[in-house]
């Protein structure tokens, strides 16, 4: 018998667990729970449900775990099916057999659902040269409240007619129909790649790397930056106080034009040291995981994620330091998606001095044009803390669209942007 304590969020615990067997009996239990107005949170592999704030009613879990099948997988096409429950390393295995990859490299693979990725609107290190998920995500299905299952998008690369519909389901959390199905483009995977290890002293030094590397002749798959505690994690023999680390895939001549390119860009910015590293898979893994990482290491810990335009970036690190600091904080710990400017900080402290922290810090970060979503933060805070920055003017359409999918308003309520 499945223990309800797995699935408590926030100190709640949900009455009933489903686990449908299907696509068509998860819609029926849908429309079921919808008819008795019962609060339902939709779950794959649970990787993600600290995401949010904290439900307003919870009475029972669906689970899409049986939804693991591919449906249709067109390896010449580079097209794939697969069910809402698939888990992104069962996807791998598949792709990799025929030399193929979707480029979603979020934390805890063998857990993580495609469905739960899609919904949280996750993305990872590779995003900076494959797009978001919802740019290659060709369709989906997905179960509505009143039991219907809807074909949204098309299997066709081509065709996108349909698309608004499909996609306005990535990043909803599950408050507005639970995904059964989605369909990608798929990519080949590069013949050959390097990975770049770059020390710095400075963080100005670091950060004036970022643009450089980035727009490289060799466009790169992922340039991350890290601070020395957080690098620690990856490399626990490094020396520095912040890394840079660049990704690219081609064949072994470019790679090997490429390494000589980015120890150039590492001498212009004063990197103390540039070292390229093998097991590239490995270290890249531990990356994808650093945000599951901050969160892990430190489970008392309060984790933002800071979205920023490029350009800032420096600037928004700073703003960081400044926040934890004029609280008494100790300094957050870094990792981010450099050439994105997706900011990742965990830093500890007691409720008043984090609460103040957030307030600061989304003050300044408005300024740069930016927002703080909190990620994680402990549960005597949570109730506490808007896990989601304002959304200004395009709050009432989401209510609006909230409304039409959902009346009764059992989907996730409460845990999305403004109450939703």
């Not at 349909?162 to 408050?175: D, N, R």
């Not at 080949?188 to 020390?199: G, H, I, N, R, T």
């Not at 002749?217 to 023999?237: F, G, H, K, Y």
Request: aromatic share 6%; glycine share 8%; hydrophobic share 45%.
């Amino acid at each position: 018998m499945t223990d309800l304590n797995t699935f408590t969020i926030a100190g709640l615990k949900p009455q009933t667990i489903y686990e449908p067997r299907d696509a068509n009996e998860l819609a029926q239990i849908l429309a079921q729970c919808n008819a008795e107005k019962c609060a339902v949170i939709p779950w794959g592999g649970g990787t993600l449900q600290h995401l949010g704030n904290t439900p307003a009613r919870y009475d029972a879990v669906l689970q899409t775990r049986n939804l693991n099948q591919v449906v249709e997988y067109a390896f010449d096409d580079l097209t794939i099916t697969v069910g809402a429950g698939m888990t992104l390393a069962n996807i791998e295995r598949v792709l990799g057999e025929n030399g193929q990859f979707l480029p979603i490299d979020v934390p805890h693979p063998t857990r993580a659902t495609i469905g739960g990725v899609l919904a949280a609107g996750a993305n990872g290190t590779l995003r900076l040269r494959y797009g978001p998920a919802r740019d290659y995500m060709l369709g989906n299905k997905f179960a509505t409240v009143d039991g219907h299952i809807i074909k949204a998008g098309s299997k066709v690369v081509k065709n996108v007619a349909g698309y608004e519909l499909h996609k306005v389901q990535v990043g909803a959390l599950g408050t507005l129909g639970i995904m059964v199905e989605a369909t990608f483009k798929v990519f080949p995977k590069p013949p050959a790649e390097l990975s770049m290890w770059l020390a710095f002293d400075a963080l100005q030094n670091a950060c004036a790397a970022v643009p450089k590397i980035w727009s490289l002749t060799t466009p790169p798959l992922a340039i991350e930056l890290l601070d020395a505690s957080t690098a620690r994690q990856v490399l626990p023999n490094t020396i520095g106080n912040w890394f840079v680390a660049a990704r690219f895939g081609g064949s072994k001549a470019t790679m090997a034009a490429t390494r000589d390119l980015v120890a150039h860009v590492a001498d212009e910015t004063g990197a103390r040291s540039t070292d390229a590293l093998a097991d590239t898979n490995a270290l890249w893994r531990a990356i994808a995981d650093l945000p599951a990482t901050l969160r892990e290491t430190s489970p008392d810990a309060l984790c933002v994620r800071m979205s920023i335009p490029p350009q800032t970036l420096a600037n928004a690190l700073r703003v960081a330091f400044d926040a934890a600091h004029a609280q008494k904080l100790a300094p957050p710990r870094i990792f981010a998606h450099a050439a994105l400017a997706s900011i990742y900080a965990a830093v500890n402290g007691d409720d008043a001095a984090l609460e103040a922290f957030v307030s600061k810090l989304r003050a300044q970060v408005h300024e740069l044009h930016g927002h703080v979503v909190v990620e994680r933060a402990p549960s005597t805070l949570r109730k506490n803390i808007n896990a989601w920055d304002d959304t200004g003017a395009a709050l009432k359409l989401m209510q609006s669209i909230k409304r039409k999918f959902d009346p009764n308003n059992i989907l996730n309520p409460g845990r999305f942007v403004g109450g939703i």
